[in-house]
């Protein structure tokens, strides 16, 4: 296979690849080898009849657009993975030589096409170390810590009375705090409160630093590719429509594009942020993740992974969440994190700083 890269802009490539015969011949067999079952020929068994005959039935046009098809699929993907092409949008594909399968008296041809595809523009990462990001504690009122307790007696006392998780009693009192593992209703709340504070540590603490994040982005002035612009753009313009039921306005269009730029820029920049510290979302993490999303919605945890953990758009969506999490926390980790007094902050998703909080409590 001899093939070719070429920089056509600062976020698009031209992949130039040529199949040779040799490689062709098992997409060849594989594509026949899935028609040739299905033709039905008086004199011959089923799944032996000659290519010759397949290709008078079938349509040699159909059986080469199945081989073409088939060999776009397998190099195409293996040649970006072993080029490592940060790949950000679908290709456009040309066929410069077509690969005819029904060759005969010997003949070889190969089979040439191009990719033209969008990558992620080429990154700088700016180094974080020692940057100070101020956060705004409030502290966790009691009135919140009444309404998370009344959500948890609404929602446990639903359950069927002969369910083994029933409990003995639907108020909060010291019964019902010991049936969910608790020394009393104080021990219940305490740890409640520990919750809530935990939450409110994490959303303010992701809230400053995905301004932090923007404004530094902001600052590389990145080449967004155009064609994954447009594309997530149509794709928010058909929702925001259908949610309102008419054309969407140049106002509400621009403001919708502009928020869009930042968001494409701060996704290629994590993105690099990753690859650069070898971070990944693990098949462990995506069924934790995805057992959570099923506890959330209140549906059967093993079900629900068994059916979306083949699905390539939830499981995409479900990694790209881990490894935004988990790029966050490593960069606030470099950071010094503090609040409106100047003490520095315990990350909340540092196990060790949540052990040392639980102990306090």
Do not use: C
């Not at 995905?210 to 594309?231: A, D, R, T, Y």
């Not at 979302?281 to 079900?303: M, T």
């Not at 990694?319 to 909340?348: A, T, Y």
């Amino acid at each position: 296979m001899e093939n070719q890269i070429s920089e056509v802009d600062e976020t698009t490539v031209k992949v130039l690849l040529e199949i040779s015969h040799d490689e062709m011949k098992p997409i060849v067999d594989g594509v026949y080898s899935k028609i040739t079952p299905n033709v039905s020929v008086s004199g011959f068994r089923k799944g032996k009849v000659p290519r010759q005959i397949v290709n008078a039935k079938v349509g040699t046009d159909h059986i080469a657009e199945k081989v073409t098809n088939a060999a776009i699929s397998k190099f195409y993907p293996e040649y970006a993975s072993k080029n490592d092409l940060k790949i950000v949008s679908q290709a456009d594909i040309k066929v410069l030589e077509e690969y005819d399968p029904a060759a005969s008296n010997g003949a070889e041809n190969s089979f040439k096409f191009e990719a033209v595809v969008e990558v992620r523009p080429k990154i700088e990462l700016v180094p974080v170390d020692d940057h100070e990001l101020h956060i705004e504690v409030k502290d966790v009122e009691d009135k919140e810590i009444d309404e998370a307790l009344n959500r948890i007696v609404t929602a446990l006392g639903s359950v069927e009375p002969d369910s083994k998780d029933a409990l003995t009693s639907g108020q909060l009192d010291d019964d019902f705090a010991m049936n969910l593992g608790y020394d009393d209703v104080e021990d219940l709340k305490s740890n409640v409160r520990i919750q809530l504070e935990e939450k409110a540590g994490v959303d303010a603490i992701r809230s400053v630093f995905n301004e932090f994040l923007h404004e530094l982005v902001g600052k590389l002035n990145l080449k967004i590719p155009q064609k994954l612009l447009s594309s997530e753009l149509d794709s928010q313009i058909k929702q925001e429509e259908e949610k309102t039921g008419k054309p969407v306005e140049k106002q509400v269009r621009d403001k919708l594009q502009e928020k869009l730029e930042m968001d494409i820029a701060t996704r290629l920049y994590t993105d690099e942020y990753a690859d650069s510290n070898s971070i990944i979302a693990s098949n462990q993490e995506i069924v934790e993740d995805l057992g959570a999303l099923a506890q959330e919605f209140q549906v059967p945890a093993k079900q629900f992974i068994y059916e979306n953990f083949s699905n390539p758009n939830v499981v995409g969506i479900v990694k790209s969440e881990i490894v935004w999490r988990k790029v966050s926390e490593s960069m606030l980790k470099k950071m010094r994190v503090v609040d409106q007094n100047g003490n520095e902050l315990k990350l909340p998703f540092d196990k060790n700083a949540k052990n040392a909080k639980k102990e306090q409590k």
